[in-house]
């Protein structure tokens, strides 16, 4: 097992999944399994609770994408959870409690007294399905999903109609400096920004509204040995790697060291996790691209915000059809202090807040246009607030919500419109919400719009501004969308 540590090795024996080579005293974050968070890909089923609840559907990690050496990405694309069954070696299941062993091959499992029970990865379980024909029929229908009708897990007693995650993205990491936290070669090739990676949010074939969890590892590589050819077995191996070895490089006995902690090679260095909901589409979404334009960053000059960066629109330029969708919205908070880094920025300290509004000219100035005067919006529609006219959804995103509309609609309570509302927003938004769920909006014909935000386009901040370019679909694009 990759559990036994290079620090205690054989002494111990067998060693659980809570201590790995990297972390040989068992010490846990949370619920985390360090031995899962360590290494990756993971050769146990990574289920999230011990009996599948049909009620609160929990589910294993999905791989959405790995980013490495593009020669394993086929390897890696089959050996994924998404799609590849895993097995574990199951004790017992009285009492409906299931006990799982320590062995992780058949064989082992067999000398312990266990079932080697397969497990299926899943996205969603349509629980409404109930027969195998009806869950075929229910799986043509689908994109990007796989949906198979099968046991969770090979003891069950009864098969379901599981409904698997798309195959992962696998591609060459963005090309930097090495330990560089800044502007990357990206995929896209337009300017450098930030290093990142376009991900399609899951598809729930239930309609559902689900809460989700987005888990970032950043792994650290070596080139001193074949971390795909060397596993436990290797531990306290030092004709593979050693700490800190003396190297001989005069020839007189009289050695120079090198720095070389092997704890740090090989494993997973970054372990980050942001929850996100994900809400199920109106009857005018169906079937569109939908584009989420929010904000990165965080408050702070350059220097405060390593190794995060300054705020900024993502994505800051934005070329789509007027068969897509944008959604605008953002996230803040009103409690943070930067670790007491500093709070370079206007209003609050402590706070974040956006907006988004129409420049009055082209990217490099600073001011925007009045709500008056901001045409553009006379271009777009919302999905979210149908009643919302061009004004409506301007004045929405320059107060981020702080106004719901001029006058009320039937998602704006007429008591939270520009009009009514008592409490007028504060010259630096102090008293505008910090998160807003903005809009989706369509586009009515093409048009183009440069952007920014009052609060943080500021010496500061440096520049929070951003551009969007609609041109009409082709008839071609509309028919193959509607193909699909």
């Not at 009643?387 to 320059?398: S, V, Y």
């Amino acid at each position: 097992s990759s559990g036994i540590n290079a620090e205690y090795g054989d002494e111990v024996g067998y060693v659980t999944a809570s201590r790995t080579r990297q972390n040989a005293n068992g010490g846990r974050s949370g619920y985390e399994c360090p031995e899962e968070r360590d290494y990756y890909p993971y050769w146990a089923p990574t289920l999230q609770t011990e009996n599948w609840d049909s009620t609160s559907q929990r589910t294993p990690w999905i791989d959405a994408a790995w980013l490495g050496n593009p020669s394993k990405c086929t390897w890696m694309k089959q050996a994924s959870f998404n799609r590849k069954a895993s097995f574990r070696c199951v004790l017992s299941k009285e009492d409906d409690k299931r006990k799982y062993g320590k062995s992780i091959t058949k064989a082992d499992c067999t000398k312990e007294g266990g079932s080697w029970v397969k497990f299926n990865s899943f996205l969603e379980v349509l629980t409404d399905v109930t027969t195998e024909a009806d869950c075929k029929v229910t799986a043509k229908s689908q994109g990007d999903n796989n949906i198979i009708w099968d046991k969770l897990r090979s003891d069950d007693d009864s098969k379901v109609c599981i409904v698997q995650a798309p195959t992962m993205q696998c591609r060459q990491a963005p090309w930097t400096r090495v330990n560089h936290l800044g502007n990357a070669d990206n995929y896209d090739n337009q300017n450098p920004n930030a290093s990142r990676i376009e991900l399609d949010l899951p598809y729930f074939p239930s309609g559902e509204a689900k809460r989700c969890v987005l888990r970032i590892r950043y792994n650290i590589s070596t080139g001193d040995y074949n971390g795909w050819k060397t596993d436990a077995s290797s531990n306290n191996d030092d004709d593979v790697i050693s700490n800190n070895p003396t190297i001989d490089v005069f020839g007189d006995g009289n050695g120079i060291t090198l720095a070389l902690n092997t704890a740090q090679t090989g494993r997973v260095f970054q372990d980050r996790s942001h929850i996100f909901e994900i809400l199920p589409r109106t009857e005018a979404m169906e079937g569109k691209t939908m584009y989420n334009l929010n904000v990165m960053g965080k408050r702070g000059n350059l220097e405060q915000t390593v190794p995060s960066t300054e705020y900024d629109f993502v994505p800051s330029s934005l070329a789509i059809t007027t068969d897509d969708l944008v959604h605008v919205q953002w996230t803040g908070s009103n409690t943070h202090n930067n670790n007491n880094d500093g709070n370079a920025g206007e209003g609050t300290d402590g706070t974040d807040r956006h907006n988004l509004m129409q420049m009055s000219g082209d990217i490099s100035g600073s001011y925007p246009y009045t709500i008056a005067k901001a045409s553009f919006w006379n271009n777009v529609e919302s999905l979210t607030d149908p009643e919302a006219t061009g004004e409506d959804i301007a004045i929405g995103l320059a107060s981020s919500g702080h106004y719901c509309a001029k006058s009320g609609t039937d998602t704006c309570p007429a008591s939270e419109s520009l009009d009514k509302k008592k409490t007028k927003m504060d010259d630096k938004m102090n008293n505008a919400p910090a998160s807003y769920s903005g809009h989706v909006l369509k586009f009515k014909k093409a048009c183009s719009i440069n952007y920014l935000c009052t609060r943080n386009n500021s010496f500061s901040n440096r520049s929070q501004k951003g551009t969007i370019w609609v041109r009409k679909s082709s008839k071609a694009e509309v028919k193959k969308r509607a193909e699909k």
